[in-house]
């Protein structure tokens, strides 16, 4: 029965979900049901793409991802894998009505973390558009089910808040990038001397901008979605927050954390806040 076989795929990318991110999956079940499961097979898609970039560093990662990139395309042009993330992906393509180009501009962007490549500000942009905004977009598609009206008006607000996520990510993450990837994502930046104050600051000024953006956005998505959301927003400018409030060379010692308690507390007031119409 193909609706054993779909719900069975879908909950691969459901434990998919809650094993890596804690953030997305609390974020996640503050959505309507109707919702989740789309952004659940959205998620597993892409955090398995970027776990063959990541973290196979003892395989060969280019084989493997044309693999999942062949594997992709066929799923989208048959409508089924055997693939349980590919399968639940395409569903969700097919489902809502979501672009190839973004599916296109995904998988460049990673494929550019197979190359060494020092980032200036155009192929920058290039791989913050295809890594996170795109996402922001799919998941967007999910949220206005068939409104495309809607969908343009938020458009750049999801755009924002894709890319807000991304480059907080790098921050947090620039010391374990650079020396165990050997990847900079910010232009400008030359980590084999030291992450200054000055572009720490610059750096911090382009995702409170982007924050500020993305926000305009959120509390216009339907009720349903609109919390899911605005919890993950909350989530990532907590740890966007406590990044600010250290100093540069901290950043290249330690990992600044939001612990689950604190994430809990974000998702209750998020919750409440939306019932109490005080967002």
Known sequence: MLSLYRKTNIECSRIITRNYSTSFSMGILAFDKKYRDPIYAIYGFVRYADEIVDTFHDFDKRTLLEEFKRDTYLALER??????????????????????????AFLKSMEMDLQDIEYAEENYTEYIYGSAEVVGLMCLRVFCDGDTEMYDRLTPSARHLGAAFQKVNFLRDIKDDYLSRGRTYFPNVNLGIALDETAKLEIQKDIELDFDKAYAGIIQLP????????????????????ICKVNSKQIMESRVRVSNAEKAALLV??????KLNML
């Open 269 to 274: 007031y998020s919750m409440m806040s939306n």
């Open 223 to 242: 009720k349903g979605s609109r919390i899911g959301v605005l919890t993950a927003y909350r989530f990532y400018r907590n740890l966007f927050n406590k």
């Open 79 to 104: 409508g089924i894998s055997l693939n349980p993330v590919l399968d639940s992906f395409q569903d969700t393509v097919k489902h809502f009505g979501i672009e190839m180009p973004l599916i296109d």
